[in-house]
């Protein structure tokens, strides 16, 4: 089955500055890759997703990047702000499987 | 609210009892996922139902059960509980029946078992 690997586990960047958040997974079929935001005491959320047959996609300050050769992709949040400050899983599956494979997630601390 | 709706939020209870987490999913979602969080496994992943039928199944224990119905709401039986049990459980629903469509999920039911 799908492995997903996900690095730093944890986080702090300086409010303004960037977080990146990588992830690494085993299964060569898998082409759907989504993130999500955990914030405490509610469920993730998902904020962002890419399929395989795009290398980046980006929505205001969120961006994810995909290698399909090097089974990685990243999550890159600019202008980091106070309410960055969350827990973040990548996951990843093949489009039509039935379950998402996450990642062990990364708690991001943005600094004031 | 992300329209997903699980009850109860927390549940304390005593091994070797029986509990039932309630999920609605959000309109039009014919999927449902269940989904364990603990802070060594981390999200995993337990059983699916679309449209009425079991779809798949994951890490689920054979003491753990689910079921949806017609209505489309699912309910999750876990029975026989021990100490290890104790989790958040994520319920989350999807209009189709692949992971592809984007999972919404719940806030989760709290499990505490003492």
């Known amino acids: 089955g799908e492995n997903v690997e996900q690095h730093p586990s944890t986080l702090s960047v300086q409010e303004g500055d960037s977080a990146v958040i990588k992830c690494t997974y085993s299964?060569?079929?898998?082409?759907?890759f989504p993130w999500y935001k955990q914030e405490l005491g509610k469920g993730p959320q998902l904020i962002i997703d890419?399929?395989?047959?795009?290398g980046e996609k980006k929505d205001q300050r969120i961006a994810v990047t995909l290698n399909k050769t090097a089974k990685h992709f990243s999550l890159h949040i600019t202008e980091t702000q106070p309410e960055d400050s969350a827990v973040y899983f990548c996951a990843a599956s093949e489009v039509n499987d039935y379950k998402l494979s996450f990642g062990a997630g990364t708690t991001v601390t943005v600094r004031a | 609210d992300s329209g997903v709706t699980q009850t109860p939020k927390h549940l304390i209870t005593a091994t070797g009892q029986r509990v039932t987490l309630r999920c609605s999913p959000r309109?039009?979602?014919?999927?449902v996922y269940w989904y364990q969080q603990s802070l060594d496994q981390g999200l995993q992943f337990l059983i699916q139902?679309?449209?009425?039928?079991?779809?798949a199944k994951g890490n689920i224990l054979e003491r753990f059960s689910a079921q949806q119905f017609p209505d489309l709401h699912s309910e999750l039986n876990l029975s026989s509980l021990e100490l290890g049990d104790s989790a958040l459980y994520f319920c989350a629903s999807s209009v189709g029946s692949g992971a592809g469509y984007g999972y919404t999920f719940g806030s989760g039911t709290r499990l505490t078992v003492v």
């Open positions: 139902y679309y449209n009425g039928e079991e779809r």
């Open positions: 299964d060569s079929a898998s082409n759907y």
């Open positions: 890419i399929r395989s047959n795009v």
């Open positions: 309109s039009g979602d014919l999927s």
